[in-house]
């Protein structure tokens, strides 16, 4: 097979995804960061504020300081150093002036943003005899970019449909930073639309979405495509969620992130007696990691998943190595599928 | 003679209504400060319990604010959601300057409504109760010397706008 065939992804409006970043941050760094090459901006993955240190971004698998001029240096005595008021001001507007309004967010460490981005933030925490009560003296920022790659799974989509166009129990394998969930996503897409060309008509389908990275929900309204027939569990977490979903929602489809609990495992049985699919996914290099991890071994072992996709990133971010038949542990594919990345102006 | 007549008149008149606006100066404040502890009531209100955050509060809380204090608020709403890049206080300033340039409020009461500014929204729920309900304990303090020199000023410029007229009139005539 040719493995550049249908391939091509389309990144959605890369100039809008700065500038919406950009919005966040206070003036002073806005300026900065509006000076960096538009070139490294379309691949750039993080922004990164610590008090007290240069202003860094993260991009092309390496890190560079960004100097008062904007540009990518590699000596850190030029990179803009980060103040407090920095740090402080651009948290005004990732919260909304409202640090008040995001203290549940506080205590996972983390923001959505619109447009999916989150924001990772560390500080002085304080606890109280329930656990974290809330952070304070913020430290650091964690700018990560979202960038939604429609069609990601265009070419991996045959793999995972029977040919009565019924959807098979897939599991997603992948070391972090390998875009997992953004594989995840794509076919969450295309189950919920549906695709005419190979048969599948459009599923209901479930999402559970633990730690708010599938849908990139901002104020309970996912930022990224999902389909027409989705239906979101935000900040859920597993188990319940699935039931939940079970019970209220009819799906024939459930997805979510990273199983491995052991009460996952119920929600997951619970899930197969009611003839729903699933799809997720699990942190690992290859299929024989997951013989170590107990709960994933175990349904691995009973068949439960009828496809394997294996991640990693050699050569580009989301290289599929192998897709398993998990009946055979057979790997369909010959040889291993690239991402090739395109920019594109058309949409 | 008639004309002598209308003429005394309408300087009383004119003093009587000189008067009557200094004495309403201080009428007004009272009343400002009143509206502020209550529409800064409303503000806890929907931080505590609702978690809005502050320029969809603003927007909320102004619809049911008389007037004056409906400006700086939507002012305020404005210049944050067009995300310039001003912090919370720096808008909050700016709106006091726009709305409050000819208002009854006195200085200090505004330096009140401007020290609440730097701490809205930068600290947790707890916290942003506190601010509040120290803001408006200082509006009270403000209120009662308001109600003090309304009780003495009112009167007195009313009677000095109606007295000073007649003494022109008296004087002139």
């Known amino acids: ?347 | 003679m008639i004309i002598k007549i209308i003429f005394s008149i309408v300087i009383v008149f004119v003093s009587t209504i000189i008067g009557e606006i200094y004495a309403n100066g201080y009428r007004q404040r009272t009343k400002m400060i009143s509206q502020l502890i209550s529409t800064l009531q409303m503000l806890e209100t929907e931080i505590v319990y609702a978690s809005t955050p502050l320029p969809f509060l603003m927007q909320k809380v102004s619809r049911r604010s008389p007037p004056e204090i409906a400006n700086l608020l939507e002012t305020t709403s404005e210049i944050l959601l067009r995300k310039e890049g001003y912090t919370f206080s720096e808008a909050w300033q700016k709106g006091i300057e726009l709305s409050h340039k000819n208002s009854a409020l006195y200085k200090e009461d505004l330096a009140l409504l401007i020290n609440l500014g730097n701490n809205l929204g930068n600290s947790d729920r707890d916290n942003q109760m506190k601010h509040i309900q120290l803001a408006m304990e200082e509006l009270r303090r403000n209120y009662d010397e308001a109600i003090h020199l309304q009780n003495k000023n009112v009167k007195l410029y009313k009677s000095m706008g109606l007295l000073g007229g007649l003494a022109i009139v008296i004087i002139l005539f």
């Open chain 1, 1 to 347: 097979m040719n493995p550049m065939e249908s391939n091509f992804i389309k990144k959605a409006s890369n100039m809008d995804t700065h500038l919406q970043l950009e919005q966040y941050l206070c003036p002073e760094l806005r300026k900065i960061v509006g000076k960096i090459p538009e070139t490294f901006k379309t691949t750039m993955e993080e922004i990164r504020l610590r008090m007290n240190q240069p202003l860094m971004v993260y991009g092309n698998n390496q890190d560079y300081f960004v100097s008062p001029t904007g540009e990518l240096v590699k000596d850190r005595e030029r990179g803009f150093p980060v103040g407090r008021i920095n740090i402080e001001n651009t948290l005004q507007f990732i919260s909304n002036y409202s640090i008040y309004a995001v203290e549940e967010e506080l205590k996972r460490g983390y923001i959505t943003i619109t447009g999916g981005h989150r924001v990772g933030i560390v500080g002085r925490v304080v606890t109280d005899d329930k656990g974290i009560k809330t952070m304070r003296d913020f430290s650091g920022l964690n700018i990560r970019v979202s960038r939604e790659k429609k069609g990601v799974a265009n070419s991996v989509m045959k793999y995972l449909i029977n040919e009565r166009g019924d959807f098979y129990n897939t599991l997603i394998v992948s070391p972090p930073q390998c875009g997992k969930t953004t594989l995840l996503r794509d076919i969450i897409r295309h189950i919920s639309n549906g695709m005419p060309a190979l048969g599948l008509r459009g599923l209901k389908i479930g999402v559970v979405d633990e730690r708010s990275e599938i849908g990139g929900s901002f104020q309970g309204v996912p930022q990224n495509d999902l389909g027409v027939r989705t239906d979101l569990l935000d900040g859920c977490p597993k188990a319940a969620g699935m039931m939940m979903l079970i019970r209220a929602m009819s799906p024939e489809v459930i997805a979510t992130d990273e199983v491995g609990k052991q009460e996952d495992n119920m929600a997951i049985e619970e899930a197969l007696m009611a003839g729903i699919r699933l799809i997720t996914t699990v942190h690992g290099n290859s299929v024989e990691d997951l013989y170590h991890k107990k709960i994933i071994c175990n349904l691995v072992k009973d068949k439960i998943f009828q496809r394997i996709i294996v991640l990693s990133n050699k050569g580009d971010v989301g290289t599929i190595e192998g897709i398993y038949d998990g009946n055979t542990m057979k790997n369909l594919i010959m040889s291993p599928i690239r991402n090739r990345v395109v920019r594109s102006n058309d949409h």
